[in-house]
């Protein structure tokens, strides 16, 4: 009678643990219905925009983080190691590069979503949360994610054991102690699992989502918080410049890093994936990533720098030298010091190989006419630099427009006017604006390489290498961009 009772009682285990793994399938099958019906509400409101919508406006929007790693300006030239590799991908994909910076995590998936960009290109880590609404390319690295805490004010004069006794050295320490992190981050949801795990209570004090992980990372080596998590990279590079952070308790295993795209957008995904993965085996995308995340002398070099844009908005040492004479010629002076930076890289005993010289690469001649004296003078090579635009922008009276009179300026300062005179006459010949420099003027300048265009009747002054005027302003308005994003007018 015991061993029927037994029996019966098993039946009615089996037959419940039979309904209960039926009706998880059943869930399982709707959640995955739902994708194939298209019911999730975060594809149905996404843009239909792909591969071939964005190969069509030959354009790569990519959304940046301004961070120490990611996306910055040094020295009057924008790096980070996103900014690099996205470079680098515009490139394979035979796009331009725009770089919309995030001013909200909180927002970058609806900002993804509504099409206003293609790709979001900062260090994500991948989680099955954050698939719901996007998908994840292939990943970029692994990490994991550590406590950063700060070691007493006077830990140089302490024993190892005294400021052991101050710091968390287990995760399990952790419990009914408070962390500080950004609101909707994985951090969130790592700090979530720990205390599942460990049977205790995490407090989280949630940051503001526009806060970068390094601005609070900074926040604990000032002693404004106690606890943050970071990902173990970025946390080892700011504890180079700040020894009294403490930042060698793992609270995860290895997580994938990568970039984001749209769940509508797989033809797009599909291409970016192909590339990273050709991109990891490679030297290069090693030395990309050693330097920003694990050159901590470079990383210390750029902190100090006063020309460095996380730390102080400018962009060199000469930016109050050029804000004078660029008020003088009525430029905007964040463009004219992309161009100083183009010519000579803000050295002023620069000389190139045609013999100009100074930080404006003024050529002899030239800076004769103009009353230089000593090229090498910042001052009297930017006063003469800037007279010369000017003269040129005056000379182009038949150009309405006042960015395209700056191209065609700039174009004069590098190849010389006579030729850009050329270039025109070769546009009107070819049925094409010649008061418009992209597409129109530029090509024609380009195809004064050719003998048959230069040895034409009506071409005045032959030859030019027009590859050179074309990249120049191509730079020195992409640079110029670059110093928008960063650097306020005033």
């Known amino acids: 009678m015991k061993q029927k009772k037994i029996n019966i009682l098993c039946s009615i285990v089996t037959l419940i643990i039979a309904v209960i793994s039926l009706n998880l399938i059943s869930c399982q099958q709707k959640k995955e219905n739902k994708f194939v019906e298209g019911t999730n509400p975060f594809i149905e409101n996404s843009v239909?925009?792909?591969?071939?919508?964005?190969?069509?406006?030959?354009?790569?929007?990519?959304?940046?983080?301004?961070?120490?790693?990611?996306?910055?300006?040094?020295?009057?030239?924008?790096?980070?190691?996103?900014?690099?590799?996205?470079?680098?991908?515009?490139?394979?994909l035979d796009l331009k590069l725009e770089l919309v910076i995030s001013n909200n995590l909180d927002t970058q998936f609806e900002v993804l979503n509504r099409g206003e960009v293609d790709l979001i290109a900062h260090g994500m880590t991948i989680t099955n949360?954050?698939?719901?609404?996007?998908?994840?390319?292939?990943?970029?690295?692994?990490?994991?994610?550590?406590?950063?805490?700060?070691r007493p004010d006077n830990y140089l004069n302490m024993s190892w054991s005294a400021i052991d006794g101050h710091l968390i050295n287990d995760p399990i320490e952790l419990i009914d102690k408070t962390i500080s992190v950004r609101k909707n981050s994985s951090y969130i949801e790592r700090i979530l699992s720990l205390s599942n795990e460990m049977g205790g209570n995490i407090m989280i004090d949630t940051l503001d989502s526009k806060l970068s992980t390094d601005e609070i990372i900074n926040m604990v080596a000032d002693g404004e918080i106690e606890y943050?998590?970071?990902?173990?990279?970025?946390?080892?590079?700011?504890?180079?410049?700040?020894?009294?952070?403490?930042?060698?308790?793992?609270?995860?295993?290895?997580?994938?890093?990568?970039?984001?795209?749209r769940k509508k957008s797989p033809l797009f995904r599909q291409a970016v994936n192909k590339w990273i993965v050709?991109?990891?085996?490679?030297?290069?995308?090693?030395?990309?990533?050693n330097k920003y995340f694990k050159n901590k002398r470079t990383f210390r070099q750029r902190i100090r720098s006063n020309y460095y844009s996380l730390k102080n908005n400018q962009i060199s040492k000469y930016d109050n030298l050029i804000k004078e004479h660029a008020n003088k010629i009525g430029w905007d002076w964040r463009l004219l010091a992309s161009q100083v930076y183009q010519e000579s890289r803000f050295d002023p005993i620069a000389k190139s190989w045609a013999g100009a010289k100074g930080l404006m690469q003024v050529m002899p001649a030239t800076a004769e006419s103009l009353g230089i004296k000593d090229v090498s003078d910042p001052q009297e090579s930017i006063r003469g630099g800037t007279d010369y635009l000017d003269q040129l922008y005056n000379r182009f009276t038949d150009i309405n427009d006042s960015i395209n009179r700056i191209k065609f300026s700039l174009a004069s300062y590098n190849c010389g006017y006579s030729h850009v005179r050329d270039a025109q006459r070769l546009a009107i010949e070819n049925d094409l604006d010649s008061t418009i420099w992209s597409e129109n003027v530029e090509t024609m300048i380009l195809a004064l390489s050719l003998p048959e265009n230069y040895n034409k009747s009506f071409i005045k002054y032959g030859y030019v290498r027009g590859q050179e005027p074309s990249n120049y302003i191509e730079q020195i308005f992409e640079r110029y961009d670059h110093y928008k994003q960063f650097i306020p007018l005033e």
């Open 129 to 150: 949360q954050r698939k719901w609404e996007v998908d994840f390319t292939e990943h970029l690295y692994l990490t994991r994610q550590v406590l950063v805490q700060k």
């Open 228 to 261: 943050t998590i970071a990902d173990e990279n970025l946390a080892k590079i700011n504890a180079s410049y700040n020894p009294i952070l403490k930042i060698d308790v793992p609270i995860s295993f290895s997580q994938r890093i990568a970039w984001v795209t």
């Open 278 to 289: 050709s991109q990891r085996k490679k030297r290069d995308f090693n030395v990309i990533y």
């Open 48 to 92: 239909d925009r792909d591969l071939e919508q964005i190969k069509k406006d030959g354009v790569l929007r990519a959304l940046v983080v301004y961070s120490s790693t990611s996306y910055f300006l040094y020295r009057g030239q924008a790096m980070g190691f996103e900014y690099e590799l996205l470079t680098q991908l515009a490139k394979e």
